[in-house]
C-alpha cells in the first residue's frame, strides 16, 4: 500500500508522554470497573463481556511488555505470554493494575529510540509504547460506555490518538483484512478537529491510501468529518457513528460510508 506519513502533529505529539499515560489511563480503567459486575456486556465489542475485556487489555499490555523486554527484531512467532491471570474474575482489576507495572518496568529496561521490528509505520521501541497507550485508552472507554458512562479523553491523547490509528492503518490489513478494501481513484477524506485546527488528510488510490502531508483549503476534500478530537478519536475506532449530532460532514457520503465500513478495529 502506499503510506504517506502525517507530521503536522508533531508538536501536540511531543505533549504525550505514551509511557506515563499507558500508567494514568490503566488507573481510569481499573476505577471504572472495580466494582462492576465483571459478566456485564460490553456493547462495543460485540460478545465481550468486562472481564473479557479487562482480560485482554491486560494480556496486550504484558504481551507489548515482552516484545520490548526482548527488543524483538522481526515478527513474533508466538503471541505466548505468562499472564499470570487470577483464577476468579473477581481479580481482573487488580490484576490489569499490575499490568501497567509490568510495563513500567519494560519501559524504563528499554530506550524508547531503540531500533525494532513494529507492525506499523514507526521500527523504534516507541511505537509499542504509543499503540499500547491506545490499546489501553479505547477499552477503557469501551468499559465506560458498557456501564453506561460517557468517556473523557484529554485532548492531546486525543488528537495523539488520531494521528496514531490514521498512521498505522495502512499496515493493519493482516489483522484487519477490511482495510485492504481502501482503495479509490485518487479521493481524499478530511478529519478537522472543531476545537483546535488539526486536520488529517487520507488519499486513497487505486492501490491503497495513505495520509497525505498537504493542509488542503477548506472544502476542496471529496469528503469532510468535523468533529472534537475526543469525539474524532472515538469515530475513527468505531466507537460512535459519523451521522450523530457529534459531527459536522461534507462531500461524498458513499466516501465515507465506504470508509467507516472498512477502517475500524
Given at each position: 500500500?502506499?503510506?504517506?506519513q502525517?507530521?503536522?502533529h ?29 459478566v456485564?456486556p ?13 482480560k485482554?487489555?491486560?494480556?496486550v ?12 527484531q522481526?515478527?513474533?512467532r508466538?503471541r ?15 490484576w490489569?493494575?499490575?499490568s501497567a ?32 497507550l491506545?490499546?489501553t ?15 473523557v ?19 493493519a ?45 477548506p ?29 459536522a ?5 458513499q ?11
Amino acid at each position: 500500500m502506499n503510506t504517506h506519513q502525517h507530521t503536522g502533529h508533531g508538536p501536540v505529539a511531543a505533549k504525550v508522554d505514551h509511557r506515563t499515560a499507558v500508567a494514568a489511563e490503566t488507573a481510569r480503567f481499573v476505577a471504572a470497573v472495580q466494582d462492576a459486575d465483571p459478566v456485564a456486556p460490553v456493547p462495543s465489542c460485540p460478545g465481550w463481556t468486562l472481564a473479557d475485556l479487562i482480560k485482554h487489555t491486560g494480556s496486550v499490555q504484558r504481551w507489548f511488555s515482552v516484545l520490548l523486554t526482548a527488543r524483538i527484531q522481526e515478527p513474533p512467532r508466538t503471541r505466548e505470554v505468562d499472564l499470570r491471570l487470577p483464577e476468579h474474575e473477581d481479580g481482573y482489576a487488580d490484576w490489569l493494575a499490575e499490568s501497567a507495572t509490568v510495563a513500567e518496568d519494560a519501559f524504563a529496561a528499554t530506550d524508547p529510540d531503540l531500533p525494532m521490528w513494529a507492525w506499523g509505520a514507526d521500527q523504534h521501541a516507541r511505537f509499542w509504547a504509543r499503540r499500547m497507550l491506545f490499546e489501553t485508552l479505547l477499552h477503557r472507554a469501551d468499559a465506560e460506555l458498557a456501564l453506561g458512562r460517557r468517556p473523557v479523553v484529554d485532548r492531546p491523547l486525543a488528537v495523539d490518538g488520531i494521528d496514531e490509528f490514521l498512521v498505522n492503518l495502512p499496515f493493519a490489513g493482516f489483522f484487519a483484512p477490511k482495510v485492504t478494501n481502501l482503495r479509490a481513484p485518487d479521493k481524499t477524506i478530511l478529519f478537522r478537529t472543531a476545537d483546535g485546527d488539526d486536520a488529517w488528510l487520507v488519499r486513497l488510490r487505486p492501490d491503497g491510501f495513505g495520509l497525505d502531508t498537504a493542509h488542503p483549503a477548506p472544502g476542496t476534500a471529496d469528503a469532510t468529518v468535523q468533529g472534537s478530537a475526543a469525539d474524532l478519536l472515538l469515530l475513527v475506532y468505531g466507537r460512535l457513528t459519523c451521522d450523530g449530532g457529534a459531527f459536522a460532514r461534507e462531500g461524498d457520503e458513499q466516501l465515507l460510508a465506504d470508509w467507516f465500513a472498512n477502517s475500524a478495529f
